[in-house]
């Protein structure tokens, strides 16, 4: 599998700004639907509301919902929607062709070393630079490579 370059990170921070706006419009529905339940239940307050991510469980179910957002496109074809406008797939560490996914287990990991390495200022991408495969930290643990693929003809 190693016909297919591993993705700079110029292309992935490019595929996660457009990740992002899908991951704000998100943020925008589920504290909607949040806001919705509380009125429901709790009726209108006299005063404005708290921002969701004062709670503790509003924020652990928003992170659950993004990490859910990236596992789905992730297991499911492998790309987001920023990675397949920047023409990048996560495939499996021993693929044997572009059409194979990573499992659930693995998207899951994936995520749960992502946001480590994020909180971390972004250390699994600044490993990138000592590792002469072109592979991520998080890309390493989860058994899995980013890769460009070729324009389609």
């Known amino acids: 599998m190693n016909r297919h370059p591993p993705a700079p990170n110029w292309r992935r921070l490019a595929a996660m700004v457009y990740d992002s706006l899908i991951i704000l419009a998100i943020t ?23 921002s969701m991510f004062e709670s503790k469980l509003w924020s652990v179910g928003w992170l659950l919902t993004v990490v859910l957002f990236y596992c789905w ?14 023409r990048l797939k996560l495939i499996p560490i021993r693929a044997h062709s572009l059409k194979e996914t990573l499992n659930w287990p693995n998207c899951i990991m994936r995520s749960f070393w992502g946001i480590v390495g994020l909180l971390l200022l972004g250390a699994n991408y600044w490993y990138r630079l000592l590792n002469k495969k072109g592979d991520c930290l998080h890309d390493r643990l989860s058994g899995s490579r980013v890769v460009v693929i070729p324009k389609a003809s």
Do not use: L
Request: no cysteine; hydrophobic share 45%.
């Open 73 to 86: 496109f992730w297991q499911r074809s492998g790309q987001t929607v920023g990675m397949r406008a920047w």
């Open 28 to 50: 925008m529905a589920y504290g909607a639907i949040g806001t919705i339940i509380v009125v429901a239940i709790n009726g209108s307050p006299d005063e404005q509301y708290p």
